[in-house]
C-alpha cells in the first residue's frame, strides 16, 4: 500500500494561517477522493475536508468552512490545505488519506481511507 507524506504544520498565533501539503504519487489518477483529517489529543481522528479528483468537488466540515481550503498541483502530484484564521480549537495532527468515491461522493468515514501517513503537528496558540 502506497503510504502519503504530510508535510507543513507547525506553530502559529491565532489568526494565522499554514498551508498543508500532502504528495499523493500513487493516487493520482482519476476515481480517488483526497481528504484531510485531524486528530486532537483524546479525540476521533475526523474529516475535515475532501477532494473529488474527478469533477473538483469539495467538500468541508462546518467548522472549517470559509477557511479551509483543499486543493490540488496535479503537476507535483500534491494535494495542500491552505489554513487561514486559524483557532486553537484547529491544534491537532493533520493527515491526508486517499478513497474511491461511494456512489459518486467523496466518503467522510476514516474506515474508508487508505495511504495514512505520520501526521503533521499544527498547534495554534491565544
Known amino acids: 500500500q502506497v503510504h502519503l507524506a504530510e508535510s507543513g504544520g507547525g506553530s502559529v498565533q491565532a489568526g494565522g494561517s499554514l498551508r498543508l501539503s500532502c504528495t499523493n504519487a500513487?493516487?493520482?489518477?482519476?476515481?480517488?477522493?483526497m481528504a484531510w483529517f485531524r486528530q486532537a489529543p483524546g479525540e476521533e481522528r475526523a474529516e475535515v475536508a475532501a477532494?473529488?479528483?474527478?469533477?473538483?468537488?469539495?467538500l468541508y466540515v462546518d467548522s472549517v468552512k470559509g477557511r479551509f481550503t483543499i486543493s490540488q498541483d496535479s503537476a507535483k502530484n500534491t494535494v495542500f490545505l491552505q489554513m487561514n484564521n486559524l483557532r486553537p480549537e484547529d491544534t491537532a495532527v493533520y493527515y491526508c488519506?486517499?478513497?474511491?468515491?461511494?456512489?459518486?461522493?467523496?466518503?467522510?468515514?476514516?474506515?474508508?481511507?487508505?495511504?495514512w501517513g505520520q501526521g503533521t503537528q499544527v498547534t495554534v496558540y491565544s
Open positions: 500513487g493516487y493520482t489518477n482519476r476515481g480517488y477522493c
Open positions: 477532494l473529488d479528483l474527478n469533477d473538483g468537488r469539495t
Open positions: 488519506a486517499a478513497a474511491t468515491p461511494i456512489k459518486g461522493d467523496c466518503p467522510t468515514s476514516k474506515y474508508q481511507y487508505k495511504g
